[in-house]
């Protein structure tokens, strides 16, 4: 990947060609200008990454630069160089938008710490600006809830654009908080039925005399306590969407009847002998895998291939790739917005602890931690100390950065990728953004086998 292009403004040659020589070193490529109305026609024609620019200039000086740089391209950060003592003008340029601001004699390591953080900024800057376009191109398309740009994400995506136009029954499986009510939600909303009812039903949370009744309903004087005629949640659902939330949790003798009703579309409520036919359209959704609870006689063969017209995995978050800071970013705004809080987002130590993490709760797990730090933050930003978790060590198998070799670091990535990945090479390479020819080629160069090679 290339690395960024930076505008260098100077009237002293010698200045100006000592600045481009020390950022080239860290093979940033480097344009120069003159003076301000120099440097102006160069933005205009082809705007850099970063500007770097002398106050005092002929022509047209550094203040004037910045306001007219400000006027055509905000997103462009530009570091301010005074003379020693001038505290007054780099005051000023700050007010007016610089990013930073060094005096002369220039430090070189202060000169490339002060570039790096100013294009760490600004790529965060387009960070939230893709994820705001992100959120509103979800709304528009009926994807609200769902977040993420990984190559499996987009999978997912795609899957439901197929699918929601149909009456297809779908399974939706994955580890316990991946957003798979968010998916269900979102494939009822890109269907036909979005005007009709979407009813949810956690499975699991009832017990089963219960569970028969919040689907079919019942009659009155069925059971002790029926002292009235109760509309099941099919009914609720009729000409919508029916969303059966952790289903692998249902007994056999609810098994059969839902059986009944996506085969025959009637059933019969608790205590009552009239059929009651309905247009449903069933979505269900488990953190088990089905297909060993049929081998294993707990779940019926049956319904599974009747649930499982359609199946759609949702990723744990682990093989997100950068969607961990994505859904970071967004969950702060969300909180700071809720709990009338104003942060500039994460230091930088805490936004490596986050994606460094492995999150066994998924997206559930990040969001509650990121609204606890955003209640009992301190400061203007979320710093390290502020996240409820431990960070990832320093030290991970034979791998220390500094001191490791690029080969060393790339085969760390791709053996502890796989790992992840359970073991599967396409989606290690998905996340890695290599080929898998690449990921085998790398596994037979090292000596080492996938437990599995499955997609």
Not at 374 to 381: F, M, N, Q, W, Y
Not at 389 to 403: H, L, S, Y
Not at 418 to 443: H, K, P
Request: with cysteine; net charge negative; hydrophobic share 45%.
């Amino acid at each position: 990947m290339s690395k960024a292009r930076i505008l260098v403004v100077d009237d002293e040659a010698s200045a100006r060609n000592g600045l481009a020589k020390l950022l080239a070193q860290d093979d940033y490529a480097v344009d120069m200008a003159a003076d301000g109305k120099e440097a102006l026609d160069m933005v205009q024609e082809k705007a850099p990454d970063l500007i770097v620019t002398d106050l005092q200039m002929p022509n047209m000086g550094g203040m004037d630069l910045l306001n007219q740089v400000k006027a055509l391209a905000q997103a462009i950060p530009v570091i301010v160089v005074t003379g020693l003592g001038e505290v007054a003008p780099a005051v000023a340029a700050m007010r007016a938008g610089a990013e930073d601001y060094l005096t002369k004699p220039v430090d070189a390591d202060a000169m490339v710490v002060a570039v790096e953080r100013a294009l760490e900024r600004r790529e965060l800057a387009a960070e939230s600006e893709n994820l705001r376009r992100q959120l509103r191109a979800r709304d528009q398309e009926g994807l609200e809830g769902l977040l993420g740009t990984s190559p499996a994400m987009n999978k997912v995506y795609r899957t439901a654009r197929q699918v929601a136009p149909s009456r297809a029954t779908v399974l939706i499986t994955g580890e316990s908080g991946t957003g798979k009510g968010e998916l269900a939600r979102a494939i009822h909303t890109l269907s036909p039925r979005a005007k009709a009812p979407f009813v949810a039903l956690h499975c699991a949370s009832l017990a089963e005399s219960l569970l028969e009744s919040e689907l079919f309903g019942h009659e009155k004087g069925s059971f002790t306590g029926a002292d009235k005629r109760r509309i099941g949640r099919f009914e609720q659902a009729n000409n919508g969407t029916l969303f059966l939330d952790e289903i692998g949790e249902i007994p056999p003798l609810t098994q059969v009847k839902l059986l009944r009703v996506l085969q025959e579309r009637t059933f019969e409520r608790v205590g009552g002998n009239e059929p009651v036919k309905v247009d449903v359209r069933l979505l269900a959704a488990t953190n088990k895998d089905l297909a060993a609870e049929v081998r294993e006689g707990r779940f019926r063969e049956d319904l599974y291939y009747r649930l499982n017209v359609v199946h759609v995995e949702m990723p744990p978050l682990r093989l997100r790739g950068h969607d961990v800071a994505i859904l970071a970013e967004h969950f702060l705004r969300k909180f700071a917005r809720e709990n009338h809080r104003r942060l500039d987002g994460f230091s930088d130590a805490a936004r490596a602890k986050i994606v460094g993490h492995r999150w066994s709760g998924n997206v559930r797990e990040l969001e509650n931690s990121i609204e606890r730090a955003v209640v009992l933050a301190e400061g203007s930003r979320i710093e390290e100390s502020d996240l409820p978790f431990e960070g990832a060590p320093v030290v991970q198998g034979a791998v220390r950065i500094p001191g490791a070799t690029m080969a060393e670091i790339e085969k760390y990535a791709i053996l502890a990728t796989l790992e992840a990945a359970d073991g599967s090479t396409a989606r290690a390479a998905d996340i890695l953004d290599i080929s898998v020819r690449t990921v085998q080629y790398r596994l037979h160069e090292y000596g080492v086998a996938p437990s599995r090679s499955r997609s």
